[in-house]
């Protein structure tokens, strides 16, 4: 079946403006994350979503940014007023439920270039 | 603070060759998962293999194996008879909660034909 998608693959964008990434999970899978990938880098949790729980919001870097999910579907990363610290791969996965036994399935990210 | 550390930046070995890379990790807990991720040029990361800390015995996924060293808090993959379509950058990670992983800053790792 299909995959995680996300979607653009790739955004140019001027410093300050804002920008909206989307993330499609696999059908039926409870849980999202998203995380952030800086040239050279490991991956930096950004938020969890599970279900109709609270999210958890303790990865974001700043107020700029913010994550919905409606239900157990698409989720979407917005970053207002955009820095050039911003310019990363904004990576999407999601699992049927939470913990070890239910692996983690990655989209392709989203390379977000900030000039 | 829990930490994963990846001593090696980039590896490149010849084809067929054996290729083991390090991965080293900091926790107080007893019981966790630790983790090792494939990201080729596509960007998505893959699961390579899976190890339970409760487990003594080392995870093997066909040419993938790994050696775990609980008490060195070390968790080394070996890649066997590597492949051209191995090389992308490799990722150790660790779960410290019931969801959240840990990464380490990965190693480049280049099959050479």
């Known amino acids: 079946g299909a995959g995680v998608s996300q979607s653009p693959s790739n955004k140019v964008t001027e410093k300050g403006k804002d920008v909206e990434l989307r993330c499609d999970p696999i059908?039926?899978?409870?849980?999202l994350y998203w995380y952030r990938q800086r040239l050279g880098q490991g991956l930096e949790f950004l938020i969890y979503?599970?279900?109709?729980?609270?999210?958890?919001k303790s990865g974001l870097p700043s107020d700029r940014f913010s994550a919905e999910r409606t239900g157990e579907s698409v989720s979407t990363l917005t970053i207002q007023r955009t820095q050039q610290e911003d310019s990363a791969v904004y990576l999407c996965?999601?699992?049927?439920?939470?913990?070890?036994?239910?692996?983690?399935?990655f989209g392709n990210g989203t390379r977000l270039t900030v000039t | 603070a829990q930490t994963v550390t990846q001593s090696q930046p980039e590896m490149s070995v010849q084809e067929a060759e054996t290729v083991t890379l390090s991965c080293t990790y900091d926790t107080s807990e007893n019981n966790y998962y630790l983790f090792w991720y494939k990201q080729p040029p596509s960007r998505q990361m893959i699961l390579v293999i899976r190890?339970?800390?409760?487990k003594q015995q080392n995870a093997t996924e066909n040419r993938f194996s790994v050696n775990f060293q609980k008490a060195a808090k070390s968790f080394s993959l070996k890649i066997s008879d590597s492949q051209l379509g191995d090389t992308a950058m490799y990722f150790c990670?660790?779960?410290?909660?019931?969801?959240?992983?840990?990464w380490g800053a990965g190693t480049k790792l280049i099959i050479k034909p």
């Open positions: 979503f599970q279900g109709n729980s609270a999210p958890d």
């Open positions: 990670a660790f779960l410290v909660s019931n969801y959240q992983l840990i």
């Open positions: 996965a999601s699992s049927l439920l939470q913990g070890a036994n239910s692996p983690l399935h």
């Open positions: 190890q339970e800390a409760y």
């Open positions: 059908s039926g899978h409870t849980a």
